[in-house]
């Protein structure tokens, strides 16, 4: 079984331009969320889809972020205009839906690294 | 709020030294703990989890114990390897809330 995919693992971009990250999740997994990490800090959540919909966006920063999962499948974050600020790692994780408490774990992809010039 | 506080690193030991991260919690209710780990190069991957008050978490060596009274989940392994070096998150889930609070991982670098 594949695992979470995301595309590009790096970018370097200016300060201004726009970026599109994308997130492949594993294959017939409804929940898909974003995180980033920034500077050595800790791991925060960003949104979390429920297929094409959005569960809860209460870690998005800002509206400069806008994040779509259309067709329930893959998941883009665009952030336009970048900031230097928004340099860091984003991460994507989806799970499966149902299930006990106890078998409910998120799957993470390796992490797309963001770098604002 | 919720929050996880980990101990800063690095952390450098030598191989077959014991490893002991710190990692305690702030949290309503009954959370889910969770330790990710995170190799040069790689994404996360879970390492163990515990559910409950009392669980014992454990993989590849590592342990964890859900201390609900101490709010801690400390990560243990008896004799470290060179393979171990990478970067250790502890992280909560409340149950029906389903984000993750990471706290801000700790490198360990083992040396041979």
């Known amino acids: 079984e594949a695992g979470v995919t995301q595309f590009p693992s790096h970018s370097v971009i200016e300060k201004g331009q726009t970026v599109t990250l994308r997130c492949d999740p594993i294959s017939g997994h409804d929940n898909l969320y974003w995180y980033r990490r920034v500077m050595g800090k800790e791991i925060k959540f960003l949104l979390h889809f429920v297929k094409e919909s959005k569960q809860d966006e209460s870690g998005m920063p800002n509206n400069r972020f806008l994040a779509e999962r259309t067709g329930g499948t893959y998941s883009t974050l665009k952030v336009q205009p970048a900031e230097l600020e928004d340099s860091g790692v984003y991460f994507c994780?989806?799970?499966?839906?149902?299930?006990?408490?106890?078998?409910?774990?998120?799957?993470f992809g390796p992490g797309t690294r963001l770098t604002v010039l | 709020g919720n929050s996880v506080t980990q101990m800063e690193g690095p952390v450098t030991l030598s191989e077959e030294a014991f490893l002991t991260i710190n990692c305690t919690y702030t949290a309503t209710g009954y959370p889910s703990l969770f330790w990710y780990v995170q190799y040069p190069g790689e994404g996360l991957q879970l390492l163990l989890k515990?559910?409950?008050?009392?669980d014992k978490g454990s993989n590849k060596g590592f342990e964890a114990t859900y201390r609900k009274e101490t709010t801690s989940f400390h990560l243990e392994k008896g004799s470290v390897q060179v393979s171990d070096s990478a970067v250790y998150f502890c992280?909560?889930?409340?149950?029906?809330?389903?984000?993750?609070?990471f706290g801000s991982g700790t490198k360990l670098n083992v040396k041979p």
């Open positions: 515990a559910t409950k008050a009392d």
């Open positions: 994780a989806s799970r499966p839906s149902g299930g006990a408490k106890s078998t409910d774990t998120q799957y």
């Open positions: 992280a909560l889930r409340k149950y029906n809330f389903n984000k993750f609070y």
